[in-house]
């Protein structure tokens, strides 16, 4: 299963999507550099989940946990986790 998704990779990242549940797809942004303590391996990170059936995109909680339902103009390239932040940091957004 393939999402149409509609973040561009940062530079040396890219996507990969696999199918987590039977309508949920997990969408992982990948480093493209390799580390040391990985034998070589690409790292990995959950950015978040497409739910086909509902159409809609939901913030990780963890890799293996589909969290709440987020606005895709409010998710950046790196992650579709909310920032939370107190009124007191607002006013400096």
Known sequence: MSVKFPHKAPRNYHYEQSQFKRNITAIWICDDRHYD???????RCIWGFYNSKTQQWHAPVNSSTVGDVVDLMRTTPYSAMQ?????LMTCFQ
Do not use: A, E, F, T
């Open 37 to 43: 303590y990985n034998n070589g391996k690409s790292v």
């Open 83 to 87: 920032i939370k932040l107190n009124p």
